[in-house]
């Protein structure tokens, strides 16, 4: 239903002000044009669009990527297997895949990237997770400053890397095992710390819970935590801060 | 120890080369003056002290208290019980009790308030800590919008708010129960959301972790969660985050 | 705003097309009218008010009480503790209050009660979450037959009681400890069974955990379960589904 | 023993009443003609037989299917793998498998399917779990409504479809990950919502747990749960309802 | 109804066959005898009557006493308060009560005690839920060993007393903590062994958790585990284990 | 080192008083003779031996069986893989495997088996638990009764056995999903019953855990429970009970 | 019984070889001298006796105190209450309590201290179970350094303690909340770090559990946990590391 | 930088003593030569390198053993898999694997081994853990006493060989199941014991949390627990504690 074409009719009186009235009232909230229902348009607009490949059928991810393709939108695929990459590939030998990050983008666009975060890991185990961060947040645009393996058992790597750490308006902090380089980043640094448990360990880690209460837990402040592994939740949000920030730069 | 002396007596000849070598070496990291090892001041400077009073012994409380009255600083002191406040008070009449918010303050100096941060709350039980997290709000310098009692089970009051919601930097999420109001939020607007699951409830809900599970698994874009109850780190950090937005205004 | 008066602009060409419609989009969902998201208003009208009292202050509840005895409303209280009943009765001798159930009432006016729902409890520990229920589906119009006493360890006298079951539109199955009677229930009986786990027992039942995880895993067809000692829950679940029954009889 | 020529006994004198009375007293309960004691028969009778397929060895699946077929009975096989399928196949082409639903079925009789029963998901990946209680809810005889992909990360998407969901007797809310769907529907419908928690997540979603939880802890009325992926069982208990509301059209 | 009435009746053609056949198909279970239902009755009779006296009424405590006083039944009551006790002494003098087990008891009729059970401790916190057990056993005719304090930590001690114990038919085995006593036990004798997990211990001991886990996944043949602080069913089961090996003497 | 001979040397003043009592004091336990610290081997004598064959390597395994063998003992393997069964006959055609219970077995004598252990199951699904449960009794000379898929879910047909289970001097209790088996064989038998909870379920049966929770809460009498799928266990202890009883007669 | 005895009266022919050998087979293990399996005592000896006080009752504790006071030995009673001190200070006005570590003992004799352990705390909230440590280990003669507060989230202080911190033979990490202190301990230390997780916390901290995962899962080499808030385990096992360590000085 | 030459620089009035205190205050934390921050390692010096395998790339792998190899350097490569080995063996043929503990090793260098660690198990199942830990132990210059299959099952096997456990200088106690091995050596000899929970087990054993809870619960003195199957993790530990021990000798 087209709004402006019921209040013509209004107008014109081809239509009671009794029928408008009700018809408004059962209008479907989506046809009313209810875009401030999805704001987050705004942040994506002009950036591209995401895909969340994990258990999707390969007929229906080929069928995605190549939509977007065709309106030149960069696309940014989560969490992709090797597998779904070969097949899409065969179909739109553009895509690239980020083997390490289980990323498979399309970036048919320049990105423009601002401000900074910085994307720290407790261990090499985490990079996979931390990039997933760090991709998502320079696919929406952030400057990324990558900060790996500085975990709190070798706590003077990451003294020394402070003054960098500092640069940036948001820092991401993703560690698995026993998880307390997101407390001790926050205890440094006073930007907002996002802190990301992973799944790496073993025994009593219960694939990523030790390190999510160890984050929960933290009596630094200025830290909260998204879900185990979820990489792409932290660059997200790391991103809304980040354009927070650089609007004032 | 002190850095200048030392480089003096280098330059004096007074010590050899090898021995300021070694001293240096060994010298306490504080005393080297390692001012940017407490960031955080840079937060709070201007502002006031806070005090978390939860066990703390009466004595001990109003010694800190007096000592801040006498320095002129502003004291925002959390989870105080209402016993500490009256032997508190008999000491040092100018304190001043939040019932509600179980906060202990003295405000000696205007603080300035600006920017925005919304808190929200699920139901009339979850006010408490989201009063926690907005007064914190307000003691480090932001404005702060209440929208209370607008959970999912009577989301059309919700929606009916989301215009004004809109207009914050940074969005908080109380809820106990199901704990669904950080999903729902963070699906209608493009701000960070930070979700505080409380510890409302009964049965199945085991003092707030049915809400933190559901918080943290929020299919919804822009969502990170700090501890249950945890009514100040969400009010600090979405402070952090509203002045990084503040700068540019 | 009013949405009659609007159109009526329009049609008058007080306000432009234009405007019209930015003010419709931007108009309080509830401001329209949408009274169809309050639906639960049609099942309790005509019955009356409930109300959730754990955790409320007294003064609070008094006013609630005292409101809606003025416009004539019945009122079901759950969860009122006796200092609740006894400070509200001082302001309002017409309540009553049973110390079984927790329910603090006040009837104005005569129920008229159809169909019928058959709780059941293991039990006598769990005869005032029972009750809770029972008195709630009477409270908005259902009648029930109360089976006390009945579990597994004693499981003839249940049999000897299922002919009287049989006869209810809904079965409600309150346990505690192994939690069994609701699938000893919904083996025997063909109409929907709910079941209320409680949070009696010791050991290794974990305040309900055990029984909650015995009745999400029963085998048998027809079971579905609520919160651990939500009697409230399960008599107003019941009772929608006595009345969708009724309207056949 | 047939209870009838007992009696005859007795009357004739062939028995006297002392020994007839001890054989009744240890006469098997199943020989007495308890058909009293497996009333879900009366639900299903005229519709059909189900079959747990999951586990099952092959030639005792073909063995149950092929006995049902040459009654024929239509046959509802849950839980089915595509080998199960495959092998069944073999023997009795007429099976059909939905590989979405992972249900093998034979249907040799038309089905007249009366009333609604509304099945929505928060996600895609739910449609499995329900497709399994939409076919279940189906194969006795309900009319069924799928609202897919309508969680509350896009709940505008849910709104819209209010008022066809409005029409239905009883309504499904299946959801994985945060699990808010359950009450987000009780709380916008006045029918009994009953939820069913998908293992669908990752991270602290810990196998559909978190979503139990949320659903366990709803503070809308009018909502009960079944075990996590227990689509049949939500199909089951919906129909019952279902049919209790029929009889009144 | 009367069973052998109604036989009389058909006998003497004053019900039809029919009826008398429809009649017994809808007669209660209770009525028709079934004695074998309450099998237990067997083990108790000559006894006497167990009262689970926990969150029992005052009023309905003393009620149950005096009626099994006047009718000259023992009576064993477990988890009674010294409030209970003293209450019910008031009315009914003859009551003793053993502060240790929590057991409220009248002996009117001497029991006479045959066969052994052997009841160990791990340390000397697990001795009240010792006693409630091994008071059960000689309630109800055992002979008991008590052999108190002899956990891993001081494991000759344990050993010095194998002896004794292999002259028991059945051994329980009473533990909090680590719980290990269970184990070492069965490891030791050749009867079955009971163990019972306590409450008993702080940190990470999960009110009895711990010691059930351990006792669970003992790799010792012969043991069975009853609920955390369950000395009661320990005790009962441990009568009837000594029954059945008692006969043979 | 020999006793005897070290007491002959005493005697013969080869050693002195002193000598021998030092070295009696450091004797290692076992050369001593302490047989009675392998009480098991009694119940087992005349019977066989028992081999846990669950990742044993397959060289390991043959030798075991071979030297079994070749000492005409009779041997019970649980948990054995058709691979391990396909291996070990290649070199010992003689040994037998149960496909249900995972025995791998070789008999070379006759057993004679006495008393009687009842073996019931809830569903089809636990009769794999339950068989090595009954063969391990059998085994160890029980005459075993197998009362198979008698669950809740279809209690009639339990209640029509239940003259056949009184006449064993034990029951095993096998179930999964609800485990409420356990409990109903307690409330209507007054032998002692050993449940074994299953890992068979899905959703929230966790593997075994709500089952078990469901028998450890049993407020019936006379149960008490081993670990999750321990079908061993249970059929050790019955046996032991069993030989019990079965002296007396 | 007499082992020499024994032997005496082999040798002097009063008993036959066979008879003696009977008897040392029977013998209890005890009679026999086995002093060996209570090598904890030479831990103690000279130092004096421990007592848990938790649970005991007053009359039991006085007893305990004055019997070792008889004796000159020193006490320590960890875990009194403030009640219990009081009573036992009636009895024995020597006793001295420690309300921070609630340490009740009696000291007759000087120790004398050697070594050094260090005993970290993460807050201030730590230093009751710290101190149950330090005194524990002072009590069996180690020197102890303190080095409370200098949790991560101030982590610089704990770095300027460092070179006091190496100077001990075995550290002590206790710490609630995210409990990280252990890690950063084990990473910059190269002794034996002993982690004593504490129930200091809130929300999701649970009891000390949080703390005790994050402790476990530690990726630092050198770090072992003792359960939650045990400081006298920690005490005890440093105490043993600090004497083998004393032994080369 | 260098600190030597910055000294030099202010000496020579190459640079003011200002500049000289500014660029010291910002010197990365490693360049000033922290190599007290990495104490750990001198435990190491002289003996070699540990990798942990699992998870690491071949590759990856490969480069590092190549390097170490060029440089003389033993190494000692945990959780390395076949695969692993079979490829490194490739390019590397020097090194060797234990596929019982997968540990992939090059040893280029004599290891002079002093004092003693006693490594006991429960089982056979919990060997690969011990051997992780002995063979680290063995690396690092420990002798190690091997006692394999001593638990509490057959309990007289361990007490049989007590002696040689009480002449080394830390235990290390590795057992899955009910992990009782702990507590009995903790009870039995005075060294400092590291309990190692294993994963080996099935039921309600989750993993080694069951063992896990066990060891944290012992009530033995000295016993310290490390994360589930990390035997490296006890090698590692109990080799600083026999260091400790064997300067002494």
Redesign the interface.
């Known amino acids: 239903m087209d ?2 074409k019921l ?2 009719d ?2 014109n ?1 081809q239509i009671s ?1 009794e029928d ?2 009700m018809q ?3 209008l ?7 875009a ?5 348009r ?2 994506r607009s002009g950036f591209g669009e995401v895909v969340f490949c ?2 999707k059928a390969i007929e229906h991810l080929i069928h995605i990527y190549q939509r977007f393709y065709e309106h030149d939108t960069n696309v940014l695929g989560t969490r992709a297997t090797k597998e779904q990459y070969e097949e899409v590939k065969k179909a739109l030998p553009v895509v690239e895949y980020d083997a390490l990050s289980h990323i498979l983008s399309i970036q048919k666009k320049e990105i423009n990237k601002t401000g900074c975060i910085a994307v720290c890991t ?2 090499t ?1 985490d990079i996979p997770v931390a990039e997933e961060a760090a991709q998502t947040a320079e696919f929406f645009g952030s400057k990324v400053l990558r900060i790996y393996d500085v ?7 990451l ?2 890397k ?2 960098e750490i ?1 640069s940036a ?1 948001c820092v991401i902090a993703v560690a698995g ?4 380089l997101g ?2 980043l ?7 710390v ?1 802190a990301v448990p992973t ?1 790496v ?6 694939g ?23 990489g792409f ?2 660059g ?2 790391a991103t ?2 980040n354009r ?6």
Not at 201 to 206: E, P, V
């Open positions: 709004l402006y209040l013509q209004v107008k009186n002000i408008a009235e408004l009232k059962k479907p909230y989506e046809d009313m044009g209810f401030k229902l999805d704001h987050h705004s942040l994990q258990g407790g261990g185990a975990g709190v058992a070798g706590i003077h790597r003294l020394s402070l003054d500092h308006n095992m026993e998880g307390a407390s001790v926050a205890g440094l640094v006073d930007k907002p996002i799944s360990g073993y025994g009593a880690s219960f990523g819970v030790s390190a999510l209460l160890t984050m929960l837990n933290s009596c630094a402040e200025g830290l909260a935590v998204v879900n185990i592994d979820n939740g932290a997200y949000m809304q801060i927070l920030a650089v609007r004032a730069e």
